[in-house]
């Protein structure tokens, strides 16, 4: 589980056992009000809108890790760092086990001076798995993107580029 997530079920614990406690000094607890099911509605949506953030941030944040940078002769993934393209791999392999290998972690690396690594294009991976490889391919010098949804897909993208 991550850090952000942790932070975040403390957090709510607390507020609750803060709130729990605020309902009795103010002795909700021996009174039938209407206010009772208007603030039981109100927590219970903001947990709910909290838990979906999270799901959603989440998901938006591991999209952001799994771009890669593309050259002529590398790669660069901010988790990852800067990567080689073996002369008798395609890039294709070598980027699926950079995607296969991430951890998804919170550290980055930071990106290669232009002199060391200039781009060509960006591959922004949407959705990965064992079956499912999907997501667009960003051109650099014509600020085109195309989008692909099998693995063969991108590897013909990459050999017009």
Same mark, same amino acid.
């Given at each position: 589980?991550?850090?952000?997530?942790?932070?975040?079920?403390? !957090?709510?614990?607390? *507020?609750?056992?803060?709130?729990?406690?605020?309902?009795?000094?103010?002795?909700?607890?021996?009174?039938?009000?209407?206010?009772? !099911?208007?603030?039981?509605?109100?927590?219970?949506?903001?947990?709910?809108?909290?838990?979906?953030? *999270?799901? =959603?941030?989440? =998901?938006? =944040?591991?999209?952001?890790?799994?771009?890669?940078?593309?050259?002529?002769?590398?790669? &660069?993934?901010?988790?990852?760092? +800067?990567?080689?393209? #073996?002369?008798?791999? /395609?890039?294709?392999?070598? *980027?699926?086990?950079?995607?296969?290998? +991430?951890?998804?972690?919170?550290?980055?690396? #930071?990106?290669?001076?232009?002199?060391?690594? &200039?781009?060509?294009?960006?591959?922004?991976?949407? =959705?990965?798995?064992?079956?499912?490889?999907?997501?667009? $391919?960003?051109? $650099?010098?014509?600020?085109?993107?195309?989008?692909?949804? @099998?693995?063969?897909? +991108?590897?013909?993208?990459?050999? /017009? @580029?």
């Amino acid at each position: 589980m991550k850090r952000k997530n942790i932070t975040t079920y403390v !957090l709510t614990t607390i *507020i609750s056992a803060f709130l729990l406690g605020f309902w009795y000094y103010l002795r909700f607890n021996w009174a039938d009000n209407v206010f009772d !099911l208007v603030i039981s509605v109100a927590w219970w949506a903001m947990t709910a809108i909290a838990i979906i953030t *999270i799901v =959603r941030v989440e =998901r938006k =944040r591991r999209e952001h890790i799994r771009t890669i940078y593309v050259s002529e002769r590398s790669g &660069f993934n901010s988790e990852v760092g +800067l990567f080689p393209f #073996d002369d008798h791999t /395609h890039p294709v392999d070598a *980027i699926d086990k950079v995607l296969k290998d +991430l951890t998804y972690g919170f550290e980055k690396v #930071d990106f290669p001076h232009e002199k060391e690594f &200039f781009p060509h294009c960006h591959i922004r991976t949407t =959705r990965y798995g064992s079956d499912t490889w999907e997501g667009e $391919v960003f051109m $650099v010098r014509t600020e085109k993107e195309e989008k692909f949804e @099998t693995r063969e897909e +991108l590897s013909r993208i990459l050999v /017009h @580029t």
